[in-house]
């Protein structure tokens, strides 16, 4: 009896150790209770089976000798030793299983984080690969917009260059067109001036052309007779002076030659400056002579007592106190 107490008392201790030891690498196992392999693992655990095992010193065979005391002790001290024996091993195959499975959820656990690492690590390799893709079509989009912001600054500058160049040719145009009309304005303005010019001028001409045949004194005969007597007279007492001048200087050259002078008085010199004085006064006297034959001509005609310069009517106290006259008197002082 007292080896069945010892052996019961043993297999508690076995028991303790067997559930010490699943106890005590219960805390490892939940090290890593978020990956999915242990989860999947969890339920197998032999804990829940050990019920079934516990079973086994509860056999019949112990209770059906009562009339031998001493075999049944020595036969339940063997059971005893034997189910001891047996809840060790089945303690020694639970922690060894358990060991095992602990080892396998180790091994699981480093393997799946070894996956997580290896998944983290490609997770990571392509994230990088993903943002360096990304950074290098930012970098193609940025150089895409900067080649297309530069084509757009490009062809805004060309465009204002161009508007410049078609504003500026728009202006020259402009500005050419103004001149030419301003040359046409101008060369209509000269062309009417020159018009106006040209009727007056033919205005003045035809003025001109009717006082260079206008008749002042037509229609005063007798004023024209008076004037003609006036020059015939005029014209009979000139070709007198006229004959006695011619007469004086030849005499003064026949005494010129009778006579003999002292040259170096000076008297001969003076002889004939006087006798080409005389000379003079006569060929003037014949010009006036030939101006009254004019004078005599025009009133024939009814156009003396006009002016040569202006054509106008000379007055007729010039006419009368001078003998003849061709010019009025405001002509006559500007010559």
């Known amino acids: 009896m007292p080896s069945t107490g010892k052996t019961t008392k043993k297999a508690p201790a076995k028991k303790a150790a067997a559930k010490k030891s699943v106890v005590t690498k219960a805390p490892a196992k939940k090290a890593a209770p978020k990956r999915p392999v242990a989860k999947n693992v969890a339920p197998k655990r032999p804990v829940k089976k050990a019920p079934a095992k516990k079973a086994a010193p509860k056999k019949p065979v112990a209770k059906k000798a009562p009339a031998k005391p001493v075999k049944k002790a020595a036969t339940l001290n063997a059971a005893q030793k034997v189910a001891a ?19 396998e959820r180790e091994a699981r656990a480093k393997a799946a984080a070894k996956d997580k690492a290896a998944a983290a690590k490609a997770k990571a390799i392509a994230a990088a690969k993903a943002k360096k893709e990304r950074d290098a079509k930012a970098k193609v ?39 030419i009309r301003e040359i046409e304005r101008r060369n209509q303005e000269e062309l009417k001036r020159q018009e106006r010019r040209e009727a007056e001028e033919r205005k003045r001409l035809e003025a001109l052309e009717r006082k260079m045949h206008s008749k002042p004194y037509a229609d005063e005969p ?103 006259v061709f010019m009025c008197v405001s002509c006559r002082a500007s010559v």
Request: proline fraction near 1%; glycine fraction near 2%.
């Open 222 to 324: 007798e004023f024209l007779e008076e004037l003609r007597r006036l020059l015939l007279e005029t014209r009979s007492a000139t070709n007198d002076d006229i004959v006695v001048m011619e007469s004086e200087a030849d005499e003064m050259l026949v005494d010129r030659e009778r006579l003999e002078y002292d040259d170096e008085d000076g008297s001969s010199v003076a002889s004939d400056i006087q006798r080409d004085q005389k000379k003079d006064l006569a060929s003037l006297l014949r010009l006036k002579v030939d101006e009254i034959d004019v004078a005599l001509a025009r009133i024939d005609d009814r156009s003396y007592g006009r002016c040569d310069e202006c054509y106008e009517a000379i007055s007729k106290p010039r006419l009368l106190a001078q003998l003849p």
């Open 141 to 179: 989009a940025a150089k895409e917009r900067e080649v297309q912001r530069k084509a757009r600054e490009k062809a805004a500058t060309e465009a204002k260059k161009q508007r410049e160049v078609d504003a500026k040719r728009k202006a020259i145009e402009a500005e050419k067109q103004r001149k």
């Open 85 to 103: 024996a047996k809840k060790l091993a089945a303690a020694k195959a639970k922690a060894a299983a358990a060991s095992k499975l602990l080892k």
